[in-house]
Structures are given as C-alpha cells and as structure tokens.
C-alpha cells in the first residue's frame, strides 16, 4: 500500500506523501474508528467542540496528513488494469483482508452465508439499487460467519465473478455458487496447512 500510494502520486505528477507503514495503519484505523463513530465529516474528528472531536483520532494524526494519505492511497497499479474485475483497485487489499480471516479462522460446524450491503451513493460499477432493504444503494457483499459473529470469507457481487468457477454457476445456480466457491476457498486453504 505503501508502495501503491507513492506510485500513484508520481502518476497524477504531485510530491511524493512519503507515507510510511505506520501511517498507512493509523489511517486505517482511524477508518474503522469513524465507522463506529459516525459523523457528518471526517473533518469534524479534529473539530474544537467537544461533543464531536475524537481525541484517538486527533491524537493519531493530523487532520491534513489524514486528508494527504486520503488523497493519494492506492493499493494497486493504475497501470496494471484487470478489465474483467470491477473491483480491481481494490482487490489487493480484499484478497489481504481474506487472507488474514481465513488465517485464524478455527473451523466450527455452523456457518452462516448471507448478503451484505455496504451504503455508498457515488457512481461505481458494482453498485446495487435492492428495493425494501435497510440500505438501498450500495455494494452488496457475500459474506460467511460463525456464530461467534467471527467474518471467515467474503466476495464482491459485481454481476459476472471475474474469479468464479462456471461449474459451480451450473451445479449450484447463481445464488448458491458464492457460497460454494467461499466455502471451498476454507477447505483449499486448510488443506494447505
């Protein structure tokens, strides 16, 4: 990620951030922060008043670095398209994501898959419009849990899965198959260890 974020200033011709690993995980972790502690603006964690100012996140990092890595971070080459994913910028850090789940996922007998949907508003390929549903626009997202509520493996709905197995598609049907190719990502994976 590193690496990615300088590469792409130097690709839009502006300074290098010099970003280091720390800061990309303090970034990090000021995001997963803000999702618990949701407020109108991100700015408004650096904010005077106190009943909006987070004194973690003001601690962490400065308001304009925040901004600076915000601008600038990427997690894949700009250069390097994979025309048949849609969420090609972003798959690095997803497969890294699902990496570490399956990582220290300790098998157990029930599983639950449901789908997922993650608000966004802007424009994307892989946004979804679901009619009755809490959030209606968004990313809709796969995902297999434990009871214990522990996220074991997860797939973007992007329409066609550029990474799906067409026999799957066929055996299982459409609905089905993420499933299946989730589970079989644990069982390959286990069978590693």
């Given amino acids: 990620m590193v690496e990615e974020t300088q590469r792409y200033a130097q690709y839009i011709n502006k300074p290098d951030p010099k970003v280091t690993a720390h800061e990309i995980k303090c970034f990090i972790a000021i995001l997963i922060v803000s999702g618990y502690n949701t407020l109108p603006s991100k700015r408004m964690y650096w904010d005077?008043?106190?009943d909006v100012k987070?004194?973690?996140?003001?601690?962490?990092?400065r308001r304009n670095r925040f901004l600076q890595i915000q601008r600038f971070l990427h997690f894949q080459?700009?250069?390097k398209v994979d025309a048949s994913d849609k969420a090609w910028k972003m798959r690095p850090f997803m497969d890294r994501i699902k990496a570490k789940c399956l990582q220290y996922f300790v098998p157990v007998k029930e599983l639950a898959c449901d789908e997922s949907m993650i608000k966004y508003f802007d424009r994307?390929?892989?946004k979804q419009f679901i009619?009755?549903?809490?959030?209606?626009?968004?990313?809709?997202?796969?995902?297999?849990?434990?009871?214990?509520r522990y996220f074991v493996n997860f797939d973007l709905y992007q329409g066609i899965n550029p990474r799906g197995n067409k026999n799957y598609d066929t055996l299982f049907g459409k609905a089905a198959a993420p499933l299946v190719l989730?589970?079989?990502?644990?069982t390959c994976k286990k069978c590693r260890i």
Avoid: A
Avoid at 182 to 186: N, P, S, T, Y
């Fill in 54 to 61: 987070n004194i973690l996140v003001s601690n962490t990092m």
């Fill in 182 to 186: 989730m589970l079989d990502e644990i």
């Fill in 124 to 126: 994307h390929g892989c």
């Fill in 131 to 148: 009619r009755g549903k809490l959030i209606r626009f968004g990313y809709k997202m796969w995902s297999l849990n434990t009871k214990q």
């Fill in 48 to 50: 005077i008043n106190d």
């Fill in 77 to 79: 080459d700009n250069t």
